[in-house]
């Protein structure tokens, strides 16, 4: 195989394995709670997110503590229209506001709605038992629906 090939093979798997969505069922996770903020309000039990607005929206989140601190997993309904507007990242942070955690989102999901993601070795303190997960639009910040979650216990 060419050189050129190779490279543009190995790119291609790695941004592939930066895109594995992951199961956001898993067994003991913790269960979300959508929240309202301050310019999107929370939707009622039969109405359903959209992106309109040009905000990310957090829809669903689990929190899970593993050896090596907490693996959390965001699904994000976003407005992404490519590399001009998309959801570029999200947060988990205290309810103070203390970022604790940041998953950079590496491009665009304009064909990918809603979409998952995860970010392992978030460190919670032991005094903290509610995060909130808060997605970013690259064009209008942080203005969504975000998730309140329950940190499990030791």
Do not use: N
């Amino acid at each position: 195989m060419p050189r050129r090939w190779s490279a543009w093979l190995l790119g291609a798997l790695v941004l592939l394995g930066a895109c594995a969505s992951v199961d956001d069922a898993s067994e003991g996770a913790a269960i979300s709670t959508l929240v309202p903020t301050s310019s999107a309000p929370a939707p009622s039990s039969t109405s359903t997110i959209t992106a309109e607005d040009g905000c990310a929206h957090v829809i669903a989140a689990t929190i899970e503590r593993g050896p090596s601190g907490f693996t959390v997993a965001a699904t994000v309904r976003s407005a992404d229209t490519g590399w001009d507007k998309y959801a570029d990242a999200w947060e988990v942070r205290t309810e103070g506001g203390t970022v604790l955690g940041e998953r950079i989102l590496a491009h665009p999901h304009e064909t990918e709605q809603p979409f998952t993601r995860s970010l392992s070795g978030v460190e919670i303190p032991e005094d903290i038992s509610q995060v909130v997960i808060a997605a970013r639009d690259s064009v209008a910040g942080f203005c969504g629906a975000e998730v309140i979650l329950q940190v499990p216990p030791s």
